[in-house]
């Protein structure tokens, strides 16, 4: 088992009239990988986070002469897919938290499919909007109840509660085993294919398929209504962050992985193109939710990370966009990241990993530019299928998260996309929207989400530098590389720890 630092807690704190950023903290949380594939994280470490964020938070805020007493609401938001099973008679976890990334179900997802009506990995897309993948909880639940013991015993004792990471943060929160809230919000729910998107609650067809307990499940409510804390998943959270509320706005969020949403209204509208239809929000118990088309890329910043740890040939993440730019090409590399296989439009769990087109002049400046490049082409493929499942062209795409900060990347994905690019001046959108959600609950009522009373955010904008064509070849030479990576077969037996080969 090796261990990484790479996720974060960070609590930040708004102005509700001006959305002005007023003080926030961050405590990274350590991730650990026991075996190839697998991503877990400590429960017990991520609430320990926020007890200390929070507290650092409010430390901050006293420095700053601001009555605590003017917090009016705290929301949540959080990675989606993450699956925690916990006691709710002695509140431990009964496992490690199984990280959205993870791919160790992938055995279990290819008997599904194999076993699914003409094999089709979309059998269950008319009720959930997704695809059979790894991704999702009701796969990792899956495999929790079927190879963890202590799960197994606390299901058959009625003692088991299910969450994603919203749902355990509120419990502990509102009071734990003495009385806590179990419960999720719609746009979190609608990330475990056991969620009916239409009916807007858990399907009993669809627990029976996966074979899950609906009683271990959380109480769904809308993402912006009182109940302890508010939550609104990440993604969902940044759409609401970015003012995208009028059908056929989208926005790009760059992390770990990358996140294309596109607000498409009160109808949930189904890919033809190897997308997602999932419940972006639900602003109030009585609001209609409202839906969104998604694609989702397992790696995005994940690449930086992995060329500073795994090859060293940066030192720090900011250092990429450096070398990048002294190349100021990638001298005909291409880069398919793809680490946990394939998200939208392929949803490949088997693909694999590429760099392509070395020559004896590829040095790490290409590299490095080759894997800024990927980011921007996996983000290309995404709004091609976007557009046309909407049939309308996006003409600018908002972009927010950590990766905006890399102004030659940004500059890219203007000159991959042939679209302008705006990214807001104040970049913590996931924050901000999850931070409206809250304001704006009924019985809180701090913030108004009607069109006249949103602020006004400032930006930047990328034009376009390069012409059409010479994006289009760059593009389908890439493309070819990604068709590679999903023909590559892993036979090779696996290593042992000191690296002699073994059974796996």
């Known amino acids: 088992s090796y261990q990484l630092f790479v996720a974060t807690f960070n609590p930040l704190v708004f102005n509700a009239k001006t959305a002005e950023l007023v003080s926030h903290h961050q405590v990274e949380i350590q991730q650990s990988f026991p075996k190839e594939g697998w991503v877990e994280e400590d429960p ?198 970015q003012m995208c509320f009028q059908e056929g706005q989208a926005k790009n969020t760059y992390g770990t992985g990358c996140f294309l949403l596109r607000n498409t209204g009160t109808k949930p509208l189904m890919s033809d193109h190897g997308l997602l239809t999932t419940v972006a929000y639900k602003l109030g118990k009585n609001e209609p939710a409202c839906y969104a088309l998604e694609g989702s890329v397992a790696i995005a910043g994940a690449v930086v990370r992995w060329l500073k740890d795994n090859l060293g040939i940066v030192q720090s993440s900011a250092e990429i966009e450096k070398l990048a730019a002294a190349a100021g090409t990638s001298y005909g590399c291409y880069f398919v990241p793809a680490f946990s296989g394939l998200y939208a439009p392929y949803w490949e769990p088997s693909a694999r990993g590429i760099i392509c087109g070395l020559t004896q002049f590829t040095n790490r400046n290409h590299l490095a530019f080759a894997a800024l490049e990927a980011v921007c082409f996996q983000t290309r493929e995404i709004l091609d299928a976007m557009n046309q499942d909407s049939g309308l062209p996006l003409t600018q795409l908002q972009v927010d998260g950590g990766m905006t900060s890399n102004r030659l990347l940004m500059q890219l994905q203007a000159d991959i996309l042939c679209i302008p690019v705006v990214k807001p001046t104040m970049s913590e959108t996931t924050a901000l929207g999850v931070a409206m959600a809250a304001g704006a609950a009924e019985g809180v009522g701090v913030w108004s989400l009607s069109p006249s009373d949103l602020p006004h955010a400032t930006s930047e904008k990328y034009q376009p530098q390069i012409h059409c064509d010479e994006s289009e070849f760059r593009f389908a030479r890439w493309k070819k590389a990604v068709q590679r990576s999903m023909n590559w077969e892993t036979t090779e037996p696996c290593c042992n720890a000191n690296g002699t080969e073994g059974p796996s």
């Open 44 to 241: 017990k470490e991520i609430m320990q986070s926020v007890y200390e964020c929070m507290e650092r938070t409010c430390e901050k805020l006293q420095q700053l002469d601001i009555d605590l007493s003017n917090i009016k609401a705290v929301g949540v938001t959080n990675q989606r897919e993450t699956t925690l099973v916990w006691d709710k008679e002695t509140g431990e976890p009964l496992y490690n938290a199984i990280v959205w990334l993870d791919l160790r179900t992938q055995s279990t997802v290819e008997s599904l499919i194999n076993k699914a009506p003409g094999q089709n990995k979309n059998h269950l897309k008319p009720k959930t909007g997704l695809p059979i993948s790894p991704y999702f909880s009701a796969v990792k639940l899956r495999w929790l109840l079927d190879n963890v013991e202590e799960v197994r015993l606390a299901v058959r004792s009625q003692r088991a509660m299910f969450g994603t990471v919203d749902s355990w943060i509120i419990w502990c929160l509102t009071g734990g085993q003495n009385g806590g809230v179990h419960c999720t919000d719609v746009s979190n729910a609608s990330r475990t294919m056991l969620f009916n998107i239409h009916s807007l609650d858990w399907d009993p067809e669809l627990c029976r398929y996966f074979d899950i307990p609906m009683e271990i499940l959380p109480e769904v409510r809308s993402s912006s209504e009182i109940y302890g804390v508010m939550c609104l998943g990440d993604q969902s959270a940044a759409l609401v962050g």
